[in-house]
């Protein structure tokens, strides 16, 4: 299957401040990337639609100018939170897609946010 | 909307079956199927597409009825390598590029000796 990265792993941050997470499609090129959060137990919750070259589309609830994607390239999307909160703490993971229908997402390693 | 997976957990013991369901209320047009290990991020298993095909990788199978828009996934003399949390993602229609999946609430499998 294809491979996608994630970085960092995890990270612990003070509150107020902000993280950014990468997301690397590594040998094939992501027309799509997806942003999910998931809290302990639970589904996989999309927070994102991210497109190379256009401005992501957040599922409802989101906050756009708190959580900030950037997709820059086919093979790289960024999440920033931006002046993180404790109830910000959780699992984030991406993932990418090459083309719909046929194709399948595929997940990163997650990265896990603790916001002290 | 939300595909519903049944059952939400199920403990089995080394070389035992498993059905696991996954039911939307759309029309779908594929059927995604993942396993995620704890503390770690889901791996794919197979797609299925609308057409009613089943699939099978190792022991594991699925299938897709989309008159009943339902999918099911099919542990076959589980190994202890098979527990984790499997969650069914669905899709509702092909779309050139960028189709999100909706993901149903998963199901804790647990494979003991």
């Known amino acids: 299957g294809a491979v996608v990265s994630q970085h960092p792993s995890w990270v612990i941050c003070k509150s107020g401040t902000s993280v950014k997470i990468e997301c690397r499609s590594l040998?094939?090129?992501?027309?799509?990337m997806f942003w999910y959060r998931q809290f302990p137990k639970q589904s996989l919750m999309l927070m994102a639609t991210?497109?190379?070259?256009?401005?992501?589309?957040?599922e409802q609830g989101v906050e756009k100018d708190k959580f900030l994607i950037n997709h820059a390239s086919l093979t790289l999307s960024t999440l920033t939170v931006t002046s993180a909160h404790p109830e910000d703490s959780s699992f984030y993971i991406c993932?990418?897609?090459?083309?719909?229908?046929?194709?399948?997402?595929?997940f990163g390693p997650g990265t896990r946010l603790l916001v002290l | 909307q939300q595909p519903v997976q049944s059952p939400q957990a199920v403990i089995l013991r080394e070389g035992e079956d498993a059905v696991i369901n996954c039911s939307s209320s759309?029309?779908?047009?594929?059927v995604h199927w993942y396993r995620q290990k704890h503390g770690e991020a889901p791996v794919f298993l197979m797609i299925l597409l609308k057409g009613g095909e089943q699939k099978g990788h190792d022991k594991i199978s699925a299938s897709f009825n989309e008159k009943k828009q339902q999918s099911s996934l099919y542990l076959t003399a589980s190994q202890l390598s098979y527990s984790g949390t499997y969650f069914c993602g669905t899709e509702g229609s092909f779309k050139a590029a960028g189709n999100k999946l909706t993901f149903g609430g998963g199901t804790r499998v647990l494979v003991k000796p």
């Open positions: 759309k029309a779908l047009y594929s």
């Open positions: 040998d094939f090129q992501a027309t799509t």
């Open positions: 993932s990418a897609r090459y083309a719909s229908g046929r194709e399948t997402q595929y």
């Open positions: 991210s497109n190379e070259g256009s401005k992501a589309t957040y």
